[in-house]
């Protein structure tokens, strides 16, 4: 697409095999784009409803990526850079191998099949982040926040490795694993539906929330544990705390 042009998909769908040069502007409206070579994006990507599925190397250096309504942009190859980004109430998913997570403010964030995605810098979720089943997130040694709800779902994977995974709203890992190799912190500031397998000799797992909380689990085997929430924390599953228990404010009760 030229510069100074507009391509409008309206409800329909086109395929791409080879490179998409956007110089102007692609708006997918509820249709959907498959480009399954290089997408080189100087011009600006508007995402409505519908889908732009990346499958080979994403760049959008010099353009722009706009979700104006709760579409998705699925990205199975290497991502360079989202450009000048903006959310909305669009999902991001990668859905490759082995991928590098870009350092961006995301609405929905899903991370899809095997293959570690890794984060590279700062990751923030504004709403639903999700591991889907057999994939990795490995947050390195960065931070990644999540306003609303995260699942770690059946065995997916959150690694925490010397990072920190900042949950501020419901934190689910039925069937999950969170796992660290080295000091990485899990903070949980509202409902713990469950944590899954949590395992991490050297980990910390905070609990922060404003009301009282609960700790879910298959098992936790975690390097220190700290409370603080005057509200308190209710044991539902056996913990063990390798190096200190902290109660900075609030008690543990054992059920």
């Not at 990507?45 to 699925?74: H, K, M, P, Q």
């Not at 609303?148 to 490795?161: D, E, I, K, R, W």
């Amino acid at each position: 697409i030229d510069g100074g042009h507009e391509l409008n998909l309206g409800s329909n769908t086109i395929t791409i095999t080879g490179l998409s040069d956007i110089n102007g502007v692609l708006n997918t409206g509820s249709g959907e784009c498959t480009a399954n070579g290089y997408s080189d994006i100087d011009g600006t990507l508007n995402i409505g409803t519908g889908t732009y599925d990346a499958n080979g190397t994403f760049d959008a250096t010099s353009g722009a990526v706009t979700f104006t309504d709760a579409g998705r942009l699925e990205l199975a190859g290497t991502v360079t850079s989202l450009g000048t980004f903006t959310p909305s109430t669009g999902k991001v998913i990668y859905n490759g191998g082995a991928q590098n997570v870009l350092a961006e403010t995301y609405n929905d964030l899903t991370i899809r099949f095997a293959g570690v995605k890794t984060a590279i810098g700062n990751v923030n979720v504004n709403n639903i982040f999700v591991i889907r089943t057999n994939a990795t997130y490995d947050i390195a040694s960065t931070t990644t926040t999540v306003t609303g709800t995260s699942y770690v779902n059946t065995t997916a994977t959150l690694s925490l490795s010397t990072g920190t995974f900042d949950a501020n709203g419901e934190f689910d890992a039925t069937g999950g694993t969170v796992s660290t190799a080295g000091a990485g912190s899990l903070e949980l500031g509202s409902t713990v539906t469950s944590l899954g397998t949590f395992g991490g000799p050297s980990s910390t797992l905070l609990f922060n929330g404003s009301s009282a909380q609960t700790i879910n689990a298959s098992s936790v085997d975690a390097g220190n544990l700290i409370v603080n929430n005057a509200s308190g924390v209710t044991l539902n599953a056996d913990v063990t705390v390798n190096e200190t228990l902290t109660l900075t404010s609030g008690d543990i009760t054992s059920t």
